[in-house]
């Protein structure tokens, strides 16, 4: 992996954000040439600097819809990670022009950014909510994942690859349910759950940095890398950590109580990884699941995996054990 980042210019758009900073962080002991950090939120621009004190970076405010500012980021950039997107289920379904704008037209934008400078690897970070989606957010990150991905057959002769990540929920990112019900348990509750048989693939931070990464060193242009993570039910998760940090907020946990307030707008009961038209030719590895190239998709042999690509299936749930024990791991 440090022969594929060593030395290279490489830009993380949304860089100031949960994902970003952290690939920026371990892109940084890789020994590139310089990380270029392209986010709109100045104040956390500065506070990535402030942790980092600049030291082989470039902090760049600036916006994806703005064709002209990205032409200038990524003059010379060998590698991008795009991780810039409008990610709350909600907040997309109320805005939903302003989704397609960052999610659609921001991903358009970049892509035709990296044509020109022909950059030479380009890999989009998308969601789980990407699949079958039945939300503006969703819809928007299926377009830009089918954008990336046929940016491969639009390209050219240009040398650019394009590929895409595909992930569920990152414990403890910004805006993610960890701090919510931490903010809930500190308060005495009660924990709000919008559903009782709600499930979600999870995982932390830090494995979806390290998927990322190697998914970038795997690609060789059009694949879809989906990374296997986790199912829990988001009720688990509310006992798991109610059990954990009650006393520590000054509660015992019995007065903690949950409290179930419906699904919100646009919201789905479960999450899926793959459709079944994609179940059929994805290829299994250790970490994750391939979804080949255009050039690949005749030749790919994959088998159909119905208990592994949906996330409400009974008996594959993690126990409130096991999301205690990942919650320790997320918290060191």
Avoid: W
């Amino acid at each position: 992996m440090k022969n594929l980042y060593e030395g290279k210019t490489i830009l993380v758009t949304g860089g100031a954000g949960s994902i970003g900073s952290a690939l920026v962080r371990k892109l940084l002991e890789f020994n590139p040439r310089t990380v270029r950090i392209l986010d709109t939120n100045e104040t956390g621009l500065f506070n990535l600097e402030q942790a980092l004190h600049g030291k082989k970076t470039r902090f760049l405010v600036g916006d994806i819809k703005d064709k002209g500012r990205l032409v200038r980021a990524v003059e010379d950039v060998d590698i991008i990670f795009h991780a810039a997107a409008l990610k709350h289920v909600p907040l997309c379904e109320s805005n939903p022009f302003e989704a397609v704008q960052t999610n659609v037209l921001g991903t358009k934008n970049l892509i035709e950014a990296a044509l020109e400078e022909e950059v030479k690897k380009f890999v989009t970070i998308s969601t789980d909510k990407a699949v079958n989606p039945i939300n503006v957010l969703g819809a928007s990150k299926l377009l830009a994942e089918r954008l990336t991905v046929s940016a491969n057959l639009y390209k050219g002769k240009r040398d650019t690859t394009f590929s895409c990540v595909r992930f569920g929920n990152v414990l403890n990112s910004q805006g993610s349910v960890l701090p919510i019900f931490m903010e809930q348990i500190k308060k005495g509750g009660p924990v709000t759950i919008t559903d009782n048989g709600m499930t979600r693939f999870i995982m932390s931070i830090d494995k979806a940095t390290e998927l990322v990464l190697k998914a970038a060193q795997m690609s060789e242009g059009g694949e879809i890398f989906i990374l296997k993570m986790p199912v829990l039910r988001i009720k688990d998760l509310a006992k798991a950590m109610i059990e954990e940090m009650a006393l520590s907020c000054g509660y015992a946990p019995e007065e903690i109580k949950m409290k179930f307030i419906g699904r919100r707008s646009g919201e789905k009961m479960y999450e899926e990884l793959m459709n079944e038209d994609e179940a059929g030719i994805a290829c299994e590895t250790k970490d994750m699941f391939i979804l080949p190239s255009f050039e690949c998709n005749k030749k790919a042999k994959g088998s159909r995996m119905p208990k592994i690509y949906k996330s409400q299936h009974s008996g594959s749930f993690m126990t409130v054990k096991e999301i205690k024990k990942l919650l320790k791991e997320v918290f060191i």
